[in-house]
DNA sequence: GCAATATATGTCAGACTCTGCCACATGACA
DNA sequence: TGTCATGTGGCAGAGTCTGACATATATTGC
């Protein structure tokens, strides 16, 4: 990895953490690029070549947790029944929320602490889930031999549930990552009890 | 109802036709409010006091719809099983789109054009739906006469789920709104015949 | 090491969305 | 008809985001 990657990660991290740390205090809303470039003593035009919009900070993990499930998702075996493969995609996720290092938990918690002070990032959050949601309904859909359809729906759609409500759900508000990861697979096991068995078939 | 009141309505249909028609032409993010409010004859100025942003005005359907299904959420009998509840708001909502009047009907599918056109619109479609959510996990909770918790989310998910399944598929582009209901009513069904018998109590 | 190249950054101008403010016009009501 | 309430236009300004060009800093091959 050589020295101009490392600085722009470097770049990036530090405007992230600016960021998180402004918007947690002044609110989202009241804290402009100009503040978040001028924290890590970068130009503005420079902050959006690092994220595309000032929201897309916040969208961060987002991004990085779709890349990790399309990727678990590829990986299990064919023959596994498709709702299987989406729990066991999820607990994938959440194995990787528990391994974390505590820097980027914290980064996470930050995020998390932000969308519940923001509704409108929460929404946007979600409705970026949408195309998420797309692209593993495809997955599945190709896993099943057969064209995107209600059921690859479905399946795709009833496994992101327990995420979301788990997610969503703030019993505690100062839970760490292991109440939240807790808490999804709690509704996982909810949502799987739910079911009709083979009902994905 | 008074002149004023009529003039107000008649200017907000027609800023909703002016932008939509454009939408459609030109593009969502190369339409300026400038361009919407030239086309109708009023001030950019005026446009905001109408629809809060430019995107407002996509999401208006999605508001009256909101209120449409706590409204027949709140008259369902008390004793009923919540998520039969849930089933039956749905096919309130489904019938009122089917009685809806050509011209409404005109422009919600100018609308879900738009939005398949603009998946950014129709992410942010969906996490406006967040809030709709909450708002239905609320009602469903109180019936049930508990506090919020995860089954009271996955009871609300699970019937929104066919929603929005059957909304984001697209077999047929070209197809009417009926065709549309059919197929939210069809993956409504699925989801019934998924679930086991009892699961919401 | 040193040039040649590639890439990241800064600066500037500008478009677009959205808000507050004030003056003006139009509908409502006595 | 006169007074009041409400809708509208125009303007100034903040904030987000983009394109273009010049400059500084890595990388690569020699």
Redesign the interface.
């Known amino acids: 990895m050589g020295l101009r990657e490392r600085k722009k990660e470097k770049t990036r991290l530090a405007l992230m953490d600016a960021a998180l740390d402004l918007f947690l205090e002044q609110g989202y809303d009241s804290t402009t690029v100009d503040q978040i470039a001028g924290a890590v003593d970068v130009s503005p035009r420079t902050f959006f070549r690092y994220f595309t919009s000032k929201d897309h900070l916040v969208y961060w993990y987002h991004d990085q947790n779709e890349e990790t499930m399309l990727e678990t998702l590829a990986s299990r075996p064919p023959g596994e029944p498709p709702f299987a493969s989406m729990t066991h995609t999820l607990r994938a996720l959440l194995q990787d929320m528990r391994d974390a290092t505590p820097t980027d938990t914290e980064r996470f918690l930050k995020v998390r602490r932000l969308m519940d002070a923001t509704?409108q990032l929460?929404?946007?959050?979600?409705?970026?889930?949408?195309?998420t949601e797309?692209r593993l309904v495809e997955a599945i859909a190709t896993r099943r031999g057969v064209d995107?359809?209600?059921?690859s729906?479905?399946i795709v759609?009833?496994a992101l549930?327990a995420m979301?409500?788990?997610f969503?759900?703030r019993p505690a508000d100062q839970g760490g990552v292991q109440e939240m990861v807790s808490?999804i697979e709690?509704?996982l096991r909810?949502?799987e009890?739910?079911?009709?068995p083979g009902?994905?078939a």
């Open positions: 509704p929460a929404a946007h959050w979600i409705g970026r889930s949408v195309e797309r995107p359809d209600p059921l729906h479905l759609t009833f549930a979301r409500v788990g969503e759900c808490r709690e509704t909810l949502v009890r739910s079911l009709r009902w994905d």
